[in-house]
């Protein structure tokens, strides 16, 4: 079975700053995605990027960018000029050939600060 | 395309009832998987359906269930509703391809149980 797993619980960070949120996770899968949710207090779960583990280069999607390190089977976010709107919480999720089934890990907190 | 859409967005009941959510998924999607969110447990994966069949399933009590219809439209049902039920339910359609692909989230159902 697979495991996600975020070690921070909450992190804050001042505008227009620089944020790195943590994801680890465990699989014997060698095909699978990665990727990052964003739930803001309205509730919606928005995808923020996306990574496939057969790609060696790291997805960015604007302020947005990952670390995906495949040996180590680890996958943080990095989130460059910080908005007030990218207060939320993040979730990591895995994604393998387990049809319809996305595991998550128990999310982080993030709070940018004006 | 319009996103995943999920009615009702709130619902209270009370314990021993039962209750009906519906999910419709993006267009052209064929799997939707519903998934309990509550501050405790986290995000859990209850079941997926794909072309009207449960293709996965959870670690769930039989009080849960769902279908599907041929338009993909999917409903999840809860019988003999406990306090313990009260959560955010989330569901996620994507294509249905076999391997791993994005699933993309409806606004949930907060279903209260007094």
């Known amino acids: 079975a697979q495991t996600v797993t975020q070690s921070q619980p909450e992190m804050s960070v001042q505008e227009a700053e620089t944020v790195t949120l943590s994801c680890t996770y465990d699989t014997s899968e060698n095909n699978y995605y990665l990727f990052w949710y964003k739930q803001p207090p309205s509730r919606q779960m928005i995808l923020v990027i996306r990574q496939e583990a057969y790609k060696q280069q790291n997805a960015t999607e604007n302020r947005f960018s990952v670390n995906f390190q495949k040996a180590a089977k680890s996958f943080s976010l990095k989130i460059s000029d910080s908005q007030l709107g990218d207060t939320a919480m993040y979730f990591c999720a895995f994604k393998g050939a387990n049809a319809g089934k996305s595991t998550f890990g128990d999310g982080t907190t993030l709070t940018v600060k004006p | 395309k319009a996103g995943v859409t999920q009615t009702p967005r709130y619902l209270i009941k009370t314990r021993g009832q039962q209750v009906t959510l519906s999910c419709s998924p993006i267009s052209g999607h064929r799997s939707v998987s519903w998934y309990q969110q509550t501050p405790g447990q986290g995000l859990q994966f209850l079941f997926e359906?794909?072309?009207?069949?449960?293709?996965n399933k959870g670690n769930f009590p039989g009080r849960f269930s769902g279908r599907q219809f041929s338009n993909s439209r999917s409903e999840m049902n809860v019988s003999t509703l406990e306090l313990g039920d009260s959560a955010l339910y989330l569901c996620?359609?994507?294509?249905?391809?076999?391997?791993?692909?994005?699933?993309?989230f409806g606004p949930g159902t907060r279903l209260l149980v007094l």
């Open positions: 359906y794909f072309s009207e069949t449960q293709r």
């Open positions: 996620a359609s994507s294509l249905g391809r076999v391997g791993p692909e994005t699933q993309y």
